[in-house]
């Protein structure tokens, strides 16, 4: 593997299901990052982390919730999915905060 | 509020022509300016990135222009071919480790069709 992994690549969920999103980089890098994205809206931070054991909030955090037990995994949660959720999701990763990101191939999420 | 603001939403072009995206940005603290592109079915990838003490970068068929005074930025592609559509970010970061902002802010996008 070499770069970042995101699973699943699709999914289709019916509204009010747990859903978690896995993403996994083996570049070593300290920040990490989940975005949504969505038709004229661009790229849009759901939550960030810096380091290993923190994150953070970034635009569009609500029905989300994020961990970074280790420096290679973060994996976002819907608790109970909506059908606005629908979006594609992409994982990306830094050398560290304050630098450019790599991102991973993406999660078309689709709550019905 | 967002912090880049890109344009045109979509660009239609001939092949051999020149399309150029357009970004502007409020906030002075930004110091690193990196372009995305990103093909159907992708994840973004980057392109190239410039810093404001640059006025034009080259790399290949991509150039990017730089204005500080006027915080903007453009994307110009020279001799454009279908391959090139995709969409286009632009994005704008903070480097300097003592910031808060620490992260990407992204405009909007330009979708981008090569006409062969």
């Known amino acids: 593997i070499a770069g970042i992994t995101q699973a699943p690549t699709s999914q289709i969920l019916a509204a009010g299901r747990r859903m978690t999103l896995r993403c996994t980089q083996d570049?070593?890098?300290?920040?990490m990052y989940w975005y949504r994205q969505d038709l004229g809206l661009g790229l849009r931070l759901i939550h960030y982390s810096n380091t290993a054991g923190t994150t953070g909030k970034g635009e569009v955090p609500d029905g989300y919730s994020v961990s970074r037990a280790n420096t290679d995994d973060f994996p976002l949660t819907l608790a109970s999915a909506v059908p606005s959720q629908t979006s594609v999701y992409f994982c990306a990763s830094s050398v560290r905060a304050h630098t450019e990101a790599f991102f991973g191939q993406g999660t078309r999420l689709t709550v019905v | 509020q967002q912090q880049v603001k890109q344009s045109p939403q979509s660009l239609i072009v001939q092949k051999g022509g020149i399309p150029i995206i357009n970004c502007a940005y409020e906030n002075t603290a930004f110091d690193y300016f990196p372009w995305y592109q990103q093909f159907p079915g992708k994840g973004p990838a980057l392109l190239i990135a410039?810093?404001?003490?640059?006025s034009e970068k080259k790399e290949g068929r991509f150039t990017i222009s730089f204005n500080k005074s006027a915080k903007q930025f453009s994307l110009h592609i020279m001799d454009s071919q279908p391959g090139d559509s995709a969409t286009y970010f632009c994005a704008a970061i903070i480097s300097f480790r003592g910031s808060t902002l620490g992260r990407l802010y992204f405009g909007r996008g330009t979708q981008l069709t090569v006409w062969p």
């Open positions: 410039i810093r404001p003490d640059v």
């Open positions: 570049m070593r890098h300290n920040a």
